[in-house]
C-alpha cells in the first residue's frame, strides 16, 4: 500500500487551485491511520464449520423504538445497501417495530418491492441503453468484434444486409485494411516513390464497397415504409484539391453543416462520409458540439453513432453506465449490492479476450444477478457453463490427453501424415481457481492432484462458436474419458454429468460453506469478522443447502452484527464511495462515464480486476494518503458539478441565506445522518466561512443601484443565489470526502 510521499505532493499540485487549502487540511483528517479499522488478531479457525452447537442465535432483528433506533437503521442500510438515502431511512421507520425484518424480507424478494421514483429514473435510463437487451450473438452482429470484422475482410463471413450496418462494416474493414497495408509497407520498406495512400485513394474516388452502400440504403429508404427517411443526396467527397489553408475553413463548414441537419438525416450524412472526410469532422468536432451531434437522436440512433466509431468500446461503456445507474437508482437494493459481490467472487476480467465484453452483458444480467439471492449450487453451476467465464479462464480450450481429438492425432502423426493443429492440451486454469477462489478456498484440503483431475473432469467444457457469440457446449471429443479420483470422491466416465456431480460434491463441502460464509461476513460486517459468527452461518449453509437468503438472515440476526465494535466498522470501497456519493447527493445524473472514470482513477475499474481473485474488500487495500486526495478530489468535483451530466443542488428555498453553520449542520443531517466528529465540523466550517475580500464583493454586487427599481426587501438577487449555492457545494462536497462518510 503507498504511503506517505512524492505520490501525496503530486496529487496535491494536480487538484484544481481553488481547492487546495481545503483539501490539505481534510486530508489531515483522512490520515490512514485514521480510517484504518481497529486491528484485532482473528482467533485460530477450522477450515470448516464446528458441529457442535453454538450460543443461542436471536431469531429476530432488533425492535426500533420511535426516535431511538436510527442509528440501527442506519447500520442495516450502510452494510446492505449502496448507502441509505433519506427516503429509505423513512421507509424503514413506517414499517414499524420490526421495521428492520420486514424491510430486509422484502429485499430479498425484489419483485415484491414497490417501484419508486428512482426506480422509474432507472428505467428511463436504461431506455437509452437498448442494445445491452440483445442476446450475446445480435450484440456481436450490431457491434462488430474485431475478430468480426477481421472474417469478413477476409471473406469468412458475408457482409450485413441492414444498409447502416453495412456502413459500419465498411468502416471498420477499411481501417483494418489500411492498418495490414501500413504493416506491410513496414516490413517490405520499399526504395520507390511514394504513392497515393490508401485513404487517398480512397478520398479520391468512391469503391465498389461505397457504390454498394449508397445503393443499398437508397433502396432501403426509398422502398420500406417503416424504414429511416432517406435525406436528400450529399456530397459523398471531400473536394480533391483543396488547398492547406482552405483546409479548416472547410472542416469548419462540413462540421456545421453536419449539425444543422435533422437528426435523422445527420445519421445518414455521417455513414455516407469517406474515411478522410470522417476523419476531418471527426477532428474538428468540439466539445459542446459534441453534444449538438448527438441532440435529438434516439437511443438506436445514438448507438449507431457510437458503433460507427469504436463498437466494442460502445458495449463497454453501456456496460459500465447500466451497472452504477442500477447501483445508484434501484430500489432493489441488497439485490444490486449481490450482484456487486458475486461479480467479484466469480471474477471474469473486461479485457481478456475481443468477445469478453459482449459475453459480459449477459454474464451480469442472465447468470449473476437473478441468482444472487438465490441458491449457491444454481450460481456455481451457472458461472461454470457461462461463456464469460469458459474464456476467461480458458476452460474452453481445455482438450484431455487422451481424448478422441488428440487419439486421432496421435495416429495421423504415427502414419507420417499431415496432421491439423495441434490440440491445446489440458488447461488447469480453472480447475484451480474453481477450488481455491469459487469454493473450497486456498486451505480446502486438495492437492496439485486434484486440481489436475478437476481439470480433466471439464475437459469438453467448451462454446459453440465464441466469435460468433454461441453458447455453451459440451464437446464429447475433446472430453478426457476414465474415471476421476478428486479428494478422495471417484467420479466414473459420465460425460457432462462429471462436472455437473462435481460441483455438486463442491458446492456442499463443510470447507465451501465456511470459505462462502467467511467472505460475505468480511463484506458485511468486518475486516476481521468473529469467528462465531462465520461457524453459524457455514452451518445454515449446509442445512440449506447453499440458500444465500437464509445464511444471510443469520447474519442480519447476530449479536456480532449489531455490536457496537462492527457498526461504522468497514471502509467503502472505491466503488462504495463513488455510488453512495451519488446516492447522498441526489444528482441527476444523464451521463455516468465520469463516475466511471473517476473509479479509474481510484484504482477499482467496473470489470477490470485481472487476476480472478477479484478486488479486496479490506480497507488496508484502499487506504492511503494518494487514495484519499483521489476521493476528496471526486467529492469536491461532484458536489460543484464539474461532472459533465451530473448535476446536484444543494441550496434549499426554506434557507435561502444561510450561514456556513447551518448549511453544514443541514447537509450533515442529509449526507452523513450518523454525524461527523467536532474535528471534522471545524475541519469543514474553517473552509466554508466567506472571506472579507469575498464576503465584501458579494455585498456590492447585491446592493442595488441608485436610479433601481429593485427595493431592499426584495428577495436575494442571483449573486446571493449564486454564492449561496457554491457555499453549499462546497460544505457537501467537504462531508462526501470526511473519513465519517467513508465508512460504513
Not at 431511512?89 to 421495521?99: D, F, K, T, W
Amino acid at each position: 500500500m503507498r504511503r506517505f510521499g512524492s505520490n501525496f505532493a503530486d496529487k496535491l499540485r494536480s487538484f484544481p487551485a481553488k481547492f487546495r487549502p481545503m483539501t490539505a487540511i481534510l486530508v489531515c483528517i483522512l490520515l490512514p491511520g485514521q480510517l484504518l479499522p481497529a486491528q484485532t488478531a482473528p482467533s485460530q479457525t477450522p477450515s470448516h464449520p464446528s458441529t457442535h452447537p453454538s450460543t443461542a442465535v436471536p431469531k429476530n432483528a432488533p425492535k426500533l423504538v420511535p426516535g431511538k433506533s436510527d442509528p440501527l437503521i442506519l447500520h442495516m442500510l450502510n452494510r446492505f445497501t449502496f448507502g441509505p438515502t433519506p427516503e429509505d431511512i423513512e421507509s424503514v421507520r413506517a414499517l414499524g417495530p420490526h421495521g428492520l425484518d420486514q424491510w430486509f424480507d422484502q429485499q430479498l424478494h425484489p419483485d415484491r418491492i414497490p417501484s419508486s421514483n428512482g426506480d422509474q429514473i432507472l428505467d428511463a435510463r436504461l431506455e437509452e441503453l437498448p442494445a445491452l437487451q440483445l442476446p450475446v450473438d445480435q450484440l456481436l452482429e450490431r457491434f462488430p468484434s474485431g475478430a468480426m470484422i477481421r472474417q469478413s475482410a477476409n471473406g469468412k463471413l458475408p457482409m450485413p444486409d441492414d444498409p447502416y450496418l453495412f456502413a459500419i462494416y465498411r468502416r471498420h474493414i477499411q481501417m483494418y485494411e489500411d492498418k495490414q497495408a501500413k504493416k506491410e509497407q513496414a516490413q517490405n520498406k520499399p526504395e520507390s516513390p511514394k504513392s497515393e495512400t490508401a485513404p487517398q485513394a480512397m478520398a479520391a474516388a468512391p469503391s465498389k464497397a461505397d457504390m454498394a452502400l449508397s445503393e443499398a440504403i437508397e433502396s432501403a429508404t426509398s422502398m420500406a415504409p417503416s424504414a429511416k427517411p432517406a435525406p436528400k443526396q450529399v456530397p459523398k467527397q471531400v473536394p480533391k484539391q483543396v488547398s492547406d489553408t482552405a483546409r479548416p475553413a472547410y472542416a469548419d463548414l462540413l462540421v456545421k453543416s453536419v449539425l444543422a441537419l435533422p437528426p435523422s438525416q445527420r445519421v445518414h450524412r455521417i455513414l455516407f462520409m469517406e474515411p478522410a472526410e470522417y476523419q476531418q469532422f471527426q477532428s474538428n468536432l468540439k466539445g459542446p458540439q459534441k453534444a449538438q451531434l448527438i441532440q435529438g437522436l434516439n437511443p438506436e440512433e445514438r448507438e449507431i453513432l457510437a458503433d460507427f466509431e469504436n463498437p466494442s468500446r460502445a458495449i463497454v461503456e453501456e456496460l459500465q453506465a447500466e451497472r452504477l445507474l442500477r447501483d445508484i437508482y434501484s430500489s432493489h437494493q441488497l439485490q444490486e449490492v449481490m450482484t456487486t459481490f458475486w461479480l467479484n467472487h466469480f471474477n471474469v476480467y473486461l479485457h481478456k479476450n475481443e468477445e469478453t465484453p459482449y459475453y459480459l452483458v449477459s454474464y451480469e444480467r442472465d447468470v449473476i444477478r437473478p441468482r444472487a439471492l438465490g441458491n449457491f449450487e444454481d450460481l456455481l453451476v451457472a458461472t461454470a457453463e457461462s461463456p464469460a467465464m469458459l474464456l476467461y479462464l480458458d476452460n474452453s480450450s481445455s482438450t484431455g490427453p487422451d481424448s478422441i481429438v488428440a487419439e486421432k492425432q496421435k495416429a495421423r502423426a504415427a502414419a507420417g501424415k499431415a496432421t491439423k493443429a495441434t490440440p491445446p492440451g489440458l488447461n488447469e486454469n480453472y480447475a484451480r481457481e474453481l477450488m481455491e477462489l469459487h469454493t473450497l478456498g486456498v486451505n480446502g484440503g486438495y492437492t496439485q492432484q486434484d486440481v489436475t483431475e478437476v481439470a480433466k473432469v471439464f475437459t469438453g467444457w467448451t462454446i459453440d462458436r465464441p466469435q460468433l457469440g454461441g453458447g455453451f457446449k459440451f464437446d464429447e471429443t475433446r472430453h478426457e474419458p476414465g474415471k476421476k479420483l478428486v479428494m478422495g470422491h471417484k467420479i466414473k466416465e459420465n460425460g457432462q454429468k462429471e462436472g455437473l456431480e462435481l460441483l455438486h460434491i463442491l458446492a456442499n463441502s463443510p470447507a465451501t460453506a465456511h470459505f462462502i460464509s467467511q467472505e460475505l461476513a468480511i463484506a458485511f460486517v468486518s475486516d476481521n469478522p468473529p469467528p462465531a459468527l462465520v461457524n453459524r452461518m457455514a452451518q445454515t449453509f449446509l442445512s440449506t443447502h447453499g440458500d444465500i437468503a437464509s445464511i444471510l438472515r443469520t447474519m442480519l440476526h447476530s449479536n456480532e452484527f449489531w455490536a457496537p465494535q462492527a457498526m461504522q466498522a468497514k471502509v467503502k470501497t472505491p466503488l462504495e464511495y463513488v455510488v453512495s456519493a451519488a446516492r447522498a447527493s441526489g444528482a441527476e445524473i444523464t451521463n455516468a462515464q465520469p463516475l466511471v472514470n473517476a473509479l479509474n482513477q481510484m484504482g477499482m475499474p467496473l470489470y477490470g480486476c485481472v487476476p480472478p481473485t477479484g478486488y479486496s474488500d479490506k480497507a488496508d487495500t484502499w487506504v492511503s494518503t494518494g487514495e484519499l486526495v483521489t476521493r476528496m478530489n471526486f467529492a469536491l468535483s461532484l458536489a460543484t458539478n464539474h461532472f459533465n451530466g451530473i448535476k446536484s443542488q444543494w441550496a434549499t428555498p426554506s434557507q435561502p441565506t444561510a450561514t456556513p453553520a447551518e448549511a453544514e449542520q443541514s447537509l450533515e443531517a442529509k449526507l452523513i445522518p450518523q454525524g461527523v466528529s467536532e474535528k471534522t465540523r471545524a475541519a469543514v466550517l474553517d473552509q466554508a466561512q466567506p472571506k472579507p475580500q469575498a464576503l465584501q464583493a458579494a455585498q456590492v454586487t447585491s446592493r442595488p443601484a441608485a436610479n433601481s427599481a429593485v427595493k431592499p426587501n426584495q428577495p436575494a438577487n442571483a449573486a446571493q443565489n449564486n454564492a449561496q449555492e457554491n457555499q453549499d457545494a462546497q460544505i457537501a462536497g467537504l462531508l462526501l470526502g470526511s473519513p465519517e462518510f467513508q465508512r460504513r
